[in-house]
């Protein structure tokens, strides 16, 4: 039988989905698109509401409320967001790609997405210490 990580997006309960997040917290970064090309630049900027040191949420009930702009990622909008990285368990279970082997669903521990680092552990800053209009002082080339 196929392990439940393993079906389509579409077959996953709300359980199942929740626990396909890797933990790498790359979606929490604060993101700037080209007006003119429509290419989007990751910025080490943070949500305020991520602890850095897990890469959890501090209020994930009530993120979509503090944080009015997070964007949830849902069963239905995997496909419009062009701009997940290419890691992610998301992406790649939409396409009907394996798990990566740091995946913790594949390892068992939730720390092998930072020990292979792939996670933001350690690489990012809290959005409440930059300015919007500095974040594009803060673009990385890391996240693929």
């Known amino acids: 039988m196929t392990d439940w990580w393993?079906?389509?997006?579409?077959?996953?309960d709300r359980e199942q989905w929740e626990a396909l997040c890797d933990g790498c917290a790359k979606c929490c970064l604060?993101?700037?698109?080209?007006?003119?090309?429509?290419?989007?630049?990751?910025?080490?900027v943070r949500c305020r509401l991520l602890q850095e040191d897990n890469c959890q949420c501090t209020d994930y009930s009530r993120r979509s409320v503090l944080v009015p702009n997070c964007i949830q990622l849902e069963q239905g909008n995997v496909d419009e967001l062009d701009w997940l990285p290419s890691t992610c368990a998301y992406r790649?279970?939409?396409?009907?790609e394996p798990l990566p082997d740091w995946h913790y669903l594949v390892s068992g521990s939730r720390e092998t997405v930072h020990n292979a680092?792939?996670?933001?552990?350690?690489?990012a800053i809290s959005d409440e210490y930059v300015h919007p209009d500095g974040y594009d002082e803060h673009?990385?080339?890391?996240?693929?």
């Open 6 to 12: 393993q079906r389509p997006l579409q077959e996953l």
């Open 30 to 44: 604060h993101k700037l698109e080209d007006e003119d090309s429509g290419e989007v630049f990751y910025t080490k």
């Open 92 to 96: 790649l279970r939409a396409a009907g």
């Open 117 to 123: 680092g792939v996670s933001i552990r350690g690489r």
């Open 139 to 144: 673009i990385v080339t890391w996240v693929e």
